[in-house]
């Protein structure tokens, strides 16, 4: 069958790689995917969000299943409308994706169904949601947007001279829009984080390969946070005995809650959970694969993609065997000088062959255009140059000798993935 993803990072060159590998693919295509892609996949030049041309393409093309990979798309019902066409697609319909595109929607639902979380309280008032900072006057305290924020909507204040600032941005200055019309308050939790993914089909959860993301732009988590500069998998947090007690007291209540509220969740469901004291608590649901998570499980993944596609959309993937790799991962990200502020594009990258490769390690492309003359930077995260290995340690070597070998002007990148 033809297979369409949708999305422009590396995660979804992830997502397109794993999918080739599927005996049942034929031709992949990309809307709009990036210059990295394009030597995997058929790129179209048809915006992530753009509903309406997505599903145009994919009728025209008889195409067989769609891959919904990004939030937005995923927000606002793409899989809803590809479906009523009679057109399979995987990921969550928009009343799903509010476990991830509203807060205060997860948040109550934890709080209605017993699922550990932080305390918190909802606002729509800057000036109620100060007072009860200030009444409960207990540092750091979080504030998050309600909606999407790329990843921003996250203020972890230190003092009420910084939860006042960060109200103010996110409900006065509106910085996110109206993703910022109400806020949640919560409780700072402390403990190592873990990422869990998992494959989802409305009924039962089969939960992926763990992973740690490193969201903040320097080493020893320094500076602002990123979309992500680097993941490992497995996560070494993430011990037999935590991984069940996420099974009983946060996978399954989650699937039933969704279910129960007349949302069934199907696709990837992301659980952003932190290892706390009082055992593992959720940080933040993702109605998606992570990116550069994405890039870490995908590889270790053993057991057919487009199967285990098909399976959460059709409620069969108690049916099917999931199968991992033995060993473990790891993508270190180069970024682009400036980010995660201003960055200029354009600039050649040196280092990789015709097809955006390097010898003995995966690139996926992450912000990439071909140029004239060869493959240029075209975003914030460039590249997520990912290696396997028996042990972390080998994957870690991996990587970061193949980053070594590939430059652009301005490049950053963390020295102390894995390293925690
Ligand atoms: P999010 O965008 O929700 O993943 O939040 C970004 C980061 O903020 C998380 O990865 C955590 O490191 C941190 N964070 C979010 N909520 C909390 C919390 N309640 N306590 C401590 N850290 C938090
Ligand atoms: N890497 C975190 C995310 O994809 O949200």
């Known amino acids: 069958m ?95 994706a509010a476990i991830e595109s509203s807060k205060v929607f997860s948040k109550n639902l934890m709080k209605k169904y017993g699922i550990p ?53 996110i409900m006065e200055d509106k910085v996110f829009g109206k993703s910022g019309e109400k806020v949640v308050v919560e409780e700072f939790l402390t403990g190592p984080e873990v990422s869990v ?22 080493d020893n988590d320094q500076g602002p946070n990123t979309g992500g500069m680097g993941t490992i998998a497995p996560n070494p947090h993430y011990t037999p005995e935590v991984a069940q007690r996420c099974m009983e007291e946060i996978f399954l209540p989650t699937m ?33 694969f992570g990116d550069p998570e994405a890039q870490v499980v995908l590889p270790l993944l053993d057991t057919d993609l487009v199967d285990v596609m098909m399976a959460c959309r059709e409620g069969t993937l108690d049916k099917l065997e999931i199968r991992w790799k033995k060993g473990a991962a790891a993508c270190v990200v180069m970024a682009s000088g400036g980010y995660p502020g201003k960055y200029t594009t354009g600039l050649p990258i ?21 140029g004239d003359e060869g493959l240029v930077t075209s975003g914030g995260r460039v590249l997520g140059v990912t290696a396997l290995g028996d042990t972390l340690e080998e994957a870690l070597d991996k990587a970061y000798a193949g980053v070594a070998g590939i430059t652009f002007e301005g490049a950053h990148y963390r020295k102390d993935i894995g390293r925690r």
């Open 350 to 370: 040196h280092g990789l062959d015709s097809h955006g490769q390097r010898e003995g390690v995966t690139v996926y492309h992450a912000g990439t255009r071909m």
């Open 256 to 288: 039933a809650a969704m279910k129960a509220e007349g949302r069934p969740f199907k696709g990837c469901l992301y659980f952003g959970l932190m290892i706390t004291p009082a055992g593992p608590k959720v940080i933040e649901y993702n109605s998606r």
């Open 197 to 218: 993914l998992a494959f989802a089909d409305g009924e039962h959860v089969v939960p992926m390969v763990s992973s740690m993301d490193h969201k903040r732009v320097n």
């Open 117 to 169: 979380t932080a305390d918190y309280q909802v606002f729509d008032d800057p000036a109620k949601a100060l007072a009860y900072i200030e009444e409960k006057n207990t540092f750091p305290t979080v504030i998050k947007a309600d909606g999407l924020a790329l990843g921003k909507g996250v203020i972890i204040a230190p003092d009420l001279e910084a939860a006042r600032e960060g109200i103010r941005t």
């Open 2 to 96: 033809d297979i369409l993803v949708i999305g422009s990072g590396g995660r979804e060159h992830a997502l397109v790689r794993k999918l080739k590998e599927s005996p049942k693919t034929d031709t992949i295509y990309c809307c709009p995917g990036n210059g990295g892609i394009a030597a995997d996949a058929e790129c179209v030049n048809i915006r992530a969000v753009d509903i309406p041309l997505v599903v145009g393409f994919a009728a025209q093309h008889n195409v067989g299943l769609v891959v919904v990979a990004p939030d937005d798309p995923l927000a606002m019902g793409m899989v809803d409308a590809l479906e009523k066409e009679g057109i399979p697609a995987f990921g969550p319909t928009a009343a799903a």
